[in-house]
């Protein structure tokens, strides 16, 4: 239940960044920060390589460089050493072109 509190959060969050709902995305802000004072860790890997082994659902491959996490579309979450949730990513397929 935590872990799903947690993916929805998340989500709410990426969605207003950059917008103008300034409070809005404070109090989902203050909403992590509680999250992981519980104990909580939201873990995003946009930017990274998939390494083999890794514990993640890989929901889609796109254009972009091979095994690079082009989009989060839902974070790792970890209390304590165990995994709660799998993050759900979109991996590069190898190919030049990236449209994300």
Same mark, same amino acid.
């Given at each position: 239940m935590l872990a799903e509190l947690a993916v929805l959060v998340w989500k709410a969050n990426k969605a207003l960044r950059g917008n103008? =709902?300034? #409070? #809005? !995305?404070?109090?989902?802000? +203050?909403?992590? =920060?509680?999250? +992981? !004072?519980q104990g909580l860790e939201l873990n995003e890997y946009k930017g990274q390589r998939l390494s083999i082994g890794s514990k993640v659902t890989v929901l889609d491959k =796109?254009?972009?460089? !091979?095994?690079? #996490?082009l989009e989060d579309l839902e974070p790792e979450i970890i209390t304590g050493k165990r995994l709660l949730h799998q993050a759900v990513i979109i991996i590069g397929n190898g190919s030049q072109q990236s449209q994300l």
């Open positions: 103008s =709902a300034r #409070v #809005v !995305e404070r109090s989902i802000e +203050k909403l992590l =920060a509680q999250l +992981k !004072e =796109a254009a972009g460089p !091979e095994d690079l #996490v």
